[in-house]
C-alpha cells in the first residue's frame, strides 16, 4: 500500500508553515541522516524558523521530489489522480485521444490532489497505423502543419 501524499496547494490558499520533522531527504544520490524540512509558502528547505508551523512527522520515512511519469496514456480523470498516489506530480502523455480527454485533464492538472499535465495530443499515424484519420499524415510534407494543428489544439 502506498504512503505517498500529494501535498499540493492551489494558488489562492493562504501561506502556511508546514515543518516535516523526522524525515530523510533523499537528494538524488543519497539518502540522508534524520532532519526537518519547513514548507513556507512557496519555498522549501532546511527547518530555519518552524515557529507557528504545523508539524508532520515523518516516522523516518523518506522524502523524495515528485517524480515525472515521462510516458503515460492518461484517459480518465481518475487515472490522472491515481497518479500522486505514486509520488507523480508531473504527467506527459504521450498521445490522447479523442482531443476532448486532454482538454478535460488539463482543465484538472495543477489543482488539490492532481498532478501537472502535458500531453502530445494526437497521434501521428499513416495508413497502416493506428485508425485515428486526424492524426493521419500521408506525406512528409503535411508534417509541419500537422504540428502547427497539434499546438493549436492545446498539445504541450
Not at 1 to 7: D, I, L
Not at 69 to 84: G, M, P, V
Amino acid at each position: 500500500m502506498s504512503t505517498a501524499r500529494s501535498y499540493r496547494k492551489s494558488a489562492a490558499a493562504p501561506s502556511q508553515k508546514t515543518a516535516l520533522v523526522n524525515v530523510r531527504v533523499f537528494d538524488g544520490h543519497k539518502v540522508g541522516d534524520p532532519t526537518t524540512v519547513l514548507i513556507d509558502g512557496d519555498k522549501i528547505g532546511a527547518s530555519c524558523n518552524a515557529a507557528g508551523a504545523q508539524v508532520v512527522d515523518g516516522k523516518g520515512g523518506v522524502l523524495i521530489p515528485g517524480l515525472i511519469d515521462s510516458h503515460c496514456h492518461i484517459d480518465s480523470e481518475a487515472k490522472l489522480k491515481t497518479l500522486t498516489t505514486y509520488g507523480i506530480t508531473t504527467a506527459l502523455d504521450m498521445e490522447c485521444w479523442p482531443l476532448s480527454i486532454m482538454h478535460d485533464m488539463k482543465a484538472l492538472a495543477g489543482r488539490d490532489g492532481y498532478p501537472d499535465y502535458l500531453s502530445a495530443g494526437l497521434a501521428a499515424t499513416s495508413k497502416s497505423s493506428l485508425p485515428y484519420p486526424e492524426g493521419l499524415i500521408k506525406s512528409a510534407a503535411e508534417t509541419t502543419q500537422w504540428v502547427a494543428d497539434r499546438v493549436h489544439e492545446g498539445s504541450g
